[in-house]
């Protein structure tokens, strides 16, 4: 009888037990967790805090409302689970793991077979003076957010340190509670590593729009509390911000401590290195989820993308190699979604930046869309981006922003990415139409086929943040405004380089556009700017370009 | 200069116009069209009726708000569109169309060095007495939908003929308006062609739980009115249905009548025969959109899949074709969704029927599953149904049918499809996971872990219309229902087969579960059946199995 130990319990190791359970009906299964609570939605937690889930149990629940404790592994799966339990080595010639009851001191050795390493990670404890003061909490565990849930009553103002993923998620909660926040970053955008700068500053703008604070590319030096002991002050490089209550989100780092001792590879990303089979240096100890580094399929390189998704996708895999099928998990592409106030926000692959650190000869894109029919009630905005090598035409990445449905386009995207395919590819499935879902050319293709008029050489463009740029530096461009006169006056950039002519009347008109300039071309999200670059230039205009996802992508200041 | 003739101007035929002009400044292109209404948003249509689009000329406007009328295409396409003019006959020789002004009777002729036929489909209009009486409509044109309209306000019960995709819609529309509506079918399920029989099975149950009024295998007579000549009674071979309103959706006829008389290729399926370039049989004319015939990208084969979607995409590979760059249009998957009630239907690739019909061996699933985590407010149900290749594990199609958000797993499946990728390519694609949009592991690829079990021969399962033929036919099995008590006692089969055992006594009390009969496991959603398979073959039981998708999947009567 094969004997089979898990350290860890929360996601990826009650996954590998419960498939290597499936799979060999007479295996000793046992899961190791230090901690109190198992096989729990780590994910869900800011949801309970933001109110949208009730019931906490819910987060610790299956979805036919059983209690997922040990009583539930013993019964349901014939999982053995010790619970605040801390393995505390490894010894690979005995093949044994040295653990320790954090209640009763007991320690004793549990042998094994197989050992499966599902340690996770930690949140990464930034050197901030202050953090042990009341009010200053994370949100990566359940008890995390049962005391921010304790402390949400007099808190009016909060603060949250990193704009990343947990730290969006945060914002969201926190607005949802009616409570003034204001995100801290040290990076010059949010959602850094996840968005591309372009998109993030639009996200900023539209944040902001919607009352968050952004303090991006700011330091937090210190936590300062009152008397009571609690948070009453972030202090920054750039000044001070009142908060009765911080989240600390700067992202997480892998456990490894006990591989290391035990002599196990750790990979260039620092986290336990692994194989195809997800097999560590030791055949007999395999390791999977937020402690393990991954292969990226794009790139081919070693990452640290901790996820749930993948940690569940690695739990089949483990659990079927302790079963003897060989079962491969071949990576990941990147994916990361998130849903923050009324945005929705979705990435695969390598952003820009990677992707030409890399070497590629990169071309991007940047789309403004309708995520449905602009006559179906709900319909939403979408800002599109992709990524591609100039060459081959290969999809390299693809990110989305909006209100309107991103994640769908992002797993399309994730798709083609995963095969290899072209942007021509992208454009070429026969994706679902119908009004209440998407447009008759869906909002991914309508940007594939925009970079593919960019590819091409026939559509010109330029970003938001370059003809930002140019203008700042008093350059003699001509900006030429081809909405209708009612959607100019209600918001337009304000700048005496800017002309209006609506684009039912530019072929009318247009000798007025003077021959002599560099002409770029605005509109709300790209269509009818791109339609007037082919009219100048079949005109014989010769400097044309438009703005790169209409007005819909300018994140600066208009009128 | 190029001349260029388009006749047709409803979407394909702008669609073509439009990026040849951005391609061919100095191109002479003209749109000939038999109405007197032009590129209006056809799957509009049933959205205005149910009166969700409240703004008939938002179907006729661009997303700014400019109506695209005659005077749109001349101003902002440069685009010359004759309306109310019939395109008579094709002379390929002299390469002209010869057309008559329908409301002048003016007859001449267009001259063209390319044409495009974009003559898009017609009703089909089944041979039932009765048509015209007042009150019977269709709802494929702007006219219908208008006609329906000032028909809506003495209607309290309608009839629709055909639960087609169209039908559907139309059902839907119905109801909206508070109608009573019963739907009329001459095959034995709703969706044929769309979904498979027992997906389509189920759909039907959910939609006369909600007052639908379905007769399905039910052929329709006649039509017959009152004494005002208005529609009032629908008899059926089985029957006689009131109805004050009748929409008949019995499908689409490919207009070919100007391509035949033209000599050109009509394809085996009637539709217009086109190579990749959708060139026709000449050379020099082109034909896309409702009025040709595709090639099935899974199955190789021609086939007649007219689609909005279809239509758009085409139109760029038409104007580029037109441009002389030779752009392709591989073809199409057969993707088709729609939302009827609280539903949403998605379809790609081969149904189960026609992949056996096409010589597969042939294995599917049927899986339910949330679309979202089961604590996040919103989240919804779907049955996903997919279809392979049992010996190189191709994915062929793939199915869903739920309130969940059905569309985004279809989209994915379609991808994996136009790569010609396997079930297990469809569950390691690394696809965006946060509470909000899915679940760890998204619902499709929870289906294709399902169908990899199967695949295996791990997972052993019975379909519902399987298992209910082999209760019907008094066959000895025990139905081992492992719910909750709660969750049994509230519904379950009622069947003096049916024992329950909860799933989390089951490893206890597997004492009571007979040896010596074959036992068939039913849950909820499948998941704690498949368990409760593992768990009594762990303990030496041989003839087990489950019911695939349990019983969300079980179309039959419970209590």
């Known amino acids: 009888m094969s004997r089979i130990v898990i350290i860890g319990g929360v996601a990826a190791g009650p996954k590998a037990a419960a498939r290597a359970r499936r799979l060999m009906p007479d295996a000793e299964i046992t899961i190791v967790e230090r ?70 001191g007991e320690s004793y050795t549990l042998p094994y077979d197989k050992l499966v390493l599902a340690t996770g990670s930690s949140p990464v ?18 008890d995390d957010a049962l005391k921010i849930m304790e ?16 730290g969006m998620e945060a914002l969201d909660a926190l607005i949802k509670r009616k409570i003034f926040v204001s995100v801290v970053e040290i990076k010059d955008q949010v959602l850094p590593g996840i968005l591309d700068p372009e998109l993030a500053a639009v996200l900023a703008a539209r944040l902001e729009e919607q009352g968050v604070e952004l303090h991006l590319g700011e330091k937090v030096l210190r936590l300062e509390g009152d008397e009571d002991g609690r948070v009453s002050r972030v202090v920054t490089d750039r000044g001070t911000l009142e908060a009765q209550l911080v989240i600390v989100a700067v992202g997480v780092r892998p456990n490894v401590e006990l591989a290391r001792a035990a002599g196990l590879e750790i990979g260039q990303t620092g986290a336990i290195a692994v194989n195809e089979h997800l097999q560590t240096s030791d055949p007999d100890i395999y390791a999977l989820g937020d402690c393990v580094e991954n292969t990226h399929l794009v790139s081919g390189q070693k990452v640290y993308i901790p996820l749930a998704s993948t940690a569940n996708r690695q739990g089949r895999v483990v659990g079927d190699n302790l079963a003897g099928i060989p079962s491969r998990f071949k990576g990941v592409l990147g994916t990361a979604v998130l849903k923050t106030l009324n945005f929705n926000i979705a990435r695969t692959g390598l952003g820009e930046l990677q992707a030409r650190e890399l070497g590629y000869d990169v071309e991007t894109v940047v789309n403004s869309t309708h995520d449905r029919t602009h006559y179906y009630p709900g319909h939403d905005n979408l800002l599109i981006k992709l990524v591609v090598d100039k060459s081959t035409r290969r999809l390299l990445g693809a990110q989305a922003v909006g209100g309107g449905e991103a994640v769908k386009r992002i797993d399309v995207a994730a798709t083609v990415l995963y095969f290899g395919g072209t942007v021509d590819d992208l454009a070429g499935v026969d ?80 000798g007025e556009v003077p021959r002599d ?41 208009m009128e």
Chains 1, 2 share one sequence.
Not at 53 to 61: E, M, R, T
Not at 125 to 142: D, F, Q, S, T
């Open 431 to 510: 994706l679902g139409y119908a009004p209440p879902f998407s447009t008759p050319i869906d909002p991914v293709q309508h940007t594939a086929n925009t970079l593919r008029n960019k590819l091409s050489g026939l559509a010109k463009t330029i970003g938001a943040r370059d003809l930002k740029a140019r203008m700042d530096a008093g350059e003699d461009l001509v900006l030429l405004d081809v909405r209708m006169p009612a959607q100019f006056n209600a918001k337009h950039i304000e700048d005496e380089r800017v002309m209006l002519v609506p684009l039912n009347e530019l072929r009318q008109r247009i």
């Open 35 to 104: 901690g109190r609570l198992i096989s729990y939605a780590g994910c869900g937690m800011p949801f309970f805090v933001a109110g949208q889930v009730k019931d906490f149990n819910q987060l610790f629940s299956t979805p036919y409302g059983v209690l997922r404790d040990e009583q539930f592994f013993a019964r349901e799966k014939g999982v053995k689970v010790l619970t605040r339990t801390e393995a505390t080595s490894i010894d690979r010639q005995k093949k044994e793991v040295a653990v320790t009851n954090l209640d009763t």
């Open 125 to 142: 404890i930034p050197p901030i003076p202050g953090l042990e003061l009341k009010g200053v909490h994370r949100l990566n565990h359940p």
């Open 151 to 166: 402390d949400l009553e007099e808190v009016s103002e909060a603060v949250v340190i990193g704009a990343g993923l947990i």
């Open 517 to 557: 300039k560099e002409i770029v071309i605005l509109c709300a999200m790209g269509t009818r700017a791109w339609e007037a670059q082919r009219i100048l230039e079949g005109a014989g205009y010769t400097r044309v370009r438009f703005l790169e996802g209409g007005l819909q992508a300018w994140p600066y200041e």
